[in-house]
């Protein structure tokens, strides 16, 4: 059974840092593509950064520059280190892993900017 466990959220002021973590399980991680996407109240989903098979990230440009997107395959972990954060960074974040053409949801972790 394929688990992702999102950890590392909370209330945060703004210029503030968090690191969110993704653990996985049930999969191969070390072959597989790893996704942070957020949704914030009334609005939908969207991509915030990409790191593949080979290591290499992606990151959307609403967050570029601060966000960076990592993984450790010995612990099947994956982690977002979100810096100079900014209340409109306030959502639940969620972690994604593909698999074998299929993707794998975690619950999410709620992240909140605000003085």
């Known amino acids: 059974q394929v688990q992702l466990v999102e950890s590392g959220g909370g209330l945060v002021q703004p210029g503030g840092s968090l690191r969110l973590s993704c653990a996985a399980s049930g999969i191969i991680f070390s072959r597989s593509v790893i996704s942070w996407y957020r949704q914030a109240p009334e609005k939908q989903r969207e991509y915030v950064a990409q790191?593949?098979?080979?290591?290499?990230?992606a990151y959307a440009n609403s967050v570029k520059g601060r966000f960076t997107i990592s993984k450790d395959t010995a612990k099947n972990t994956a982690y977002l280190q979100m810096n100079s954060l900014k209340p409109e960074d306030t959502a639940v974040y969620y972690c994604?892993?593909?698999?074998?053409?299929?993707?794998?949801w975690g619950q999410g972790t709620q992240v909140t900017v605000s003085s």
């Open positions: 994604k892993a593909d698999f074998l053409g299929k993707g794998y």
């Open positions: 790191i593949t098979i080979g290591g290499f990230t």
